[in-house]
């Protein structure tokens, strides 16, 4: 199975993009914003292609177990130079992240704040995760993350 998340919009305090499994659109994603200089928790991860497996420990497992009656462990992107327990998650803003992608089902976007916001976060992830959870159980599972400059050469080279 391949989850994909293209990125479409990269702003000074967070990075939205569409979020995909096997080609079939689940939604919208919210990141941290992109840094040259990584913070802890602060910064988006490095796109690239990564395994996704499910972690069974940790106070975040720990607090889905208890929320979701079909959670079974954390979707955890794994081998991320420099970066570690980065899953898909629920979540409303930036300030959620620490570094996780959040799910939903759309956003908007505060132009005085200069942050967006998540909507339908946990109906969306719930979606995601119970699409996912079967092949992560018993296949492999890569999330391939693409920035905006990348689309938009694939873009290119289609109409070209």
């Known amino acids: 199975m391949e989850i994909t ?7 000074a305090n ?3 993009g569409h979020l995909y499994v096997d080609y079939e659109w689940m939604g919208v994603t919210l990141e941290d ?3 040259l200089v990584k913070i802890p928790q602060e910064t988006r991860i490095p796109a ?3 395994p996704v497996e499910l972690r069974k420990a940790g106070s975040l497992h720990d607090r889905y177990k ?10 955890h992107i794994r081998h991320i130079p420099d970066f570690t327990w980065v ?7 930036e300030s959620h992240t620490a570094g996780c992608i ?4 759309g956003f908007s976007r505060s132009c005085l704040a200069g942050y967006a916001e998540l909507s339908n976060s946990v ?10 959870l079967p092949a992560v159980l018993t296949d492999e599972v890569f999330a391939t993350i693409e920035d905006e400059i990348a689309i938009e050469g694939l873009l290119k080279r289609r109409i070209a």
């Open 5 to 11: 998340v293209l990125r479409f919009l990269s702003a």
């Open 123 to 132: 109906e969306a992830y719930t979606r995601f995760y119970e699409k996912v």
């Open 102 to 105: 959040l799910v939903a089902d």
């Open 48 to 50: 690239g292609r990564y």
């Open 87 to 93: 899953y898909f998650h629920c979540g409303l803003r």
């Open 33 to 35: 914003e992109q840094r």
């Open 14 to 16: 967070d990075s939205l």
């Open 66 to 75: 208890e929320r979701f009656d079909f959670h079974q462990g954390m979707l």
